[in-house]
């Protein structure tokens, strides 16, 4: 028994491997979803009771799912200090820490049991393809990235100085003006800050004919560096039939 | 006479099938017009009854149509149990539970006639190719619906903290903060609820670096896929077209 | 020098032929701003006067230009009634029409004047590559708009139903919702017309989760299917290169 | 000593070169940061005071920067009158001037501060291979802008004469209607201005339908022509490297 639970933990191609990651990643979930329910004002207290009892329940898994793992563990110490061991160790600890101080401390720790969306990391295979596309592109990427930076700042500078006389309140400095710069160039465009004179606007047009491009074309280059990635995998995995074909030989 | 209604249904490639298929297809767009003008309020008594009479009139047809396709499936209960089958019985079925009913229930009953859309997708060829582009792409698209679906979680998380206390009204709690991270990451931003602390607006900031890519990346991977079925496709044809000439030698 | 003229109108790459075509450009260009600014309220005689004369100067231009290809060409018909010889001759039309009728009317005729702006298709050479590639994803860019149209339906009968009840003056009709669906799914998002029901606000990020790559896809067909069309005229450059090297042998 | 700063400055690759480009780089960020937080009303006159001597300190690196690498050029007065000749000597010069004049005059001068900008150029590598994209697809991009172009004009026109009459403050003329153009065709749609007719609400969804395509495409094109640089790139140096083996034989 003891051996079928090590051996499912260390197994993710198992089917007792795959029930019991699968338990975990549905446990993340509700977790974050309670945490996110506590927060509505006016709970009856029913509801408070099942959310605190739903927590209880949770932590107590993780906890020893945690145990477990270091029992599964050839060389402890590597799990503990790796960073899987460290998120799950995390995950758990702000409830322990909050059972022994006041609970009005308890609300900035309970920010803490985000971290358990960490733990999905683990679950995702097809993060791998994601992360080899960003390795494709990252100079690009970093280039752009850059290039938004500076754009924001040079809009934020340009617009304080057409739009700081007219409207002292929404512009009064630069960095106040970069807000407007990234609604801006975001196009998301709240609607809270605009320009109001016509030098204002004109410079509000010119920036987003360069902006728009900017902003957008890092989405473009992952999206395609994805595609390679797929490609690639897709000819290897084409190359390597191929191989085992002609191995027969 | 029968016979060559029969085949009309049967046959979308001869003349009197596509005269049949563009005849239905009129009548479902018809059919979805009527229900969006019988909402406008203030209609003249006229205006209602041509509505009401137009309505009457495709439901008919639709009938005759179900009948027809019955009859000319060769297994009956294969067609009645199928998708489109379903599809075209809760098409026409609102129209007669009506009559027996209060006229007061006929407003649920009448969106349902939107079901005869999905009757539109019968008809569709180009439809294949981007259910192809969305296979092909399916395991990234998820991917990122699922790191979208974690983001906004995030959002409103961050957000909520950095608001609440500044805007009590529109960031009460988490799941009310979504509603601001759906219009952020979307960048519709309608302009309804915004930070306005410092804090708030460097976390949107951060927020959209990270989002805008993240949101704008499945329409990219979907596009760079079906470009690729187009061209694989044409690769196709053009193989089809060698065969065909060197199998003459 | 009569020859020179008709020369010139005929042929497109002689050095008078760029020079005349540079000319008629830059004409319909002031053209259309003098349109724009003889809006703006509040102008000084002077100006105005300077914008009539201009007008007036430009219109002199066309009607010269416009019986110059008509004596260029061989079959007179032929281009007085091909696609630009109707543009040139409306593009001057309504300055003579305004002449004999009241100045009243003379408003909505200086719309036509936009006209003009067609004239400038016959020098773009770069637009047959958009051509291509447009004919390229044709098929996918069509399916796209569809399902837009059917999306943006579906948003504003569903939205009709979530908020008629609670904002009556928004949301009074199914096409009353569509100016909703429609600002909401380009993500403009102008912030008149909002949900503000729970049920709606969900509504709305489902459709925005769907939304937002149907509406995207299009652009990023175009894009590929136009650096496609750029790789194959350079392959067959690069062919015809070839081509001439080898034919030398 | 002096040898090993004048070859610090000439050679970017040395250990000496790549600490020397890194402390230029930092300071440049430094002094945007700093024009920045200046413009920021209500700071302590302790603030000001280390804004002022940051300045201060930069300015000097910046003038030595500026005459070390006169010293180090061979040919003098071909590095003063280059490019980044000219924009390092701008980066100091509105300081020297400002110690001359009337404090006044400081606020325009210290705009020219972000000349410093474009000395970041020389360090980025990775915008070489930007610019090798702009140059595959500058004919499209160009053709986008102008269309782009035409159809804000083309939008500013017809809302114009669709709201002129309901909303004559924001439509009052065709240029100030651009600015609607502007905000609805980037999707900002910062709400400040937007149709209230039937006519003009039709209007804003078919100028969308067309224009969502054609100021996305620019962004698709440059990452779609990004990608294909990089291919290129690699497969060059893939061919170095075959070449390279097979150069021993």
Redesign the interface.
């Known amino acids: 028994m003891a051996m079928r639970i090590l051996d499912a933990i260390r197994n993710h191609d198992s089917r007792d491997g795959r029930l019991f990651d699968y338990t975990i990643i549905s446990l993340i979930l509700i977790s974050?979803v309670t945490?996110?329910?506590e927060?509505?004002?006016g709970l009856t207290k029913q509801t408070m009771l099942i959310l605190r009892l739903t927590e209880v329940f949770i932590t107590i898994v993780f906890t020893i799912e945690y145990l477990l793992r270091v029992a599964a563990s050839e060389k402890k110490s590597r799990y503990i200090f790796s960073f899987y061991g460290i998120v799950d160790f995390i995950a758990i600890l702000p409830f322990y820490l909050a059972l022994g101080f006041d609970l009005r401390g308890l609300r900035a720790f309970r920010?803490f049991r985000?971290v358990r969306?960490l733990k999905?990391n683990r679950y995702?295979h097809?993060?791998d393809?994601?992360g080899k596309a960003v390795i494709?592109?990252k100079?690009?990427v970093?280039?752009f990235?850059g290039a938004?930076a500076?754009l924001l700042?040079?809009s934020?500078?340009g617009i304080?100085?057409f739009e700081n006389t007219a409207q002292p309140e929404n512009f009064?400095?630069?960095?106040?003006s970069?807000?407007w710069a990234?609604?801006?160039l975001?196009?998301?465009?709240?609607?809270?800050v605009?320009p109001i004179t016509i030098a204002g606007?004109i410079f509000?047009?010119a920036i987003?004919?360069i902006g728009?491009?900017i902003?957008?074309?890092?989405?473009?280059?992952?999206?395609?560096?994805?595609?390679?990635v797929?490609?690639n995998e897709k000819a290897e995995a084409g190359k390597d039939i191929k191989n085992k074909d002609t191995g027969a030989v």
């Open positions: 974050i945490l996110s329910i927060t509505v004002p920010l985000l969306l999905l995702s097809a993060m393809k994601f494709l592109v100079e690009e970093v280039l990235l938004t500076i700042f040079l934020a500078t304080y100085y009064q400095s630069i960095p106040h970069l807000w990234v609604s801006t975001s196009t998301v465009g709240y609607g809270d605009y606007k509000t047009f987003l004919m728009l491009g902003v957008a074309v890092p989405a473009g280059l992952v999206a395609s560096a994805l595609s390679e797929r490609r």
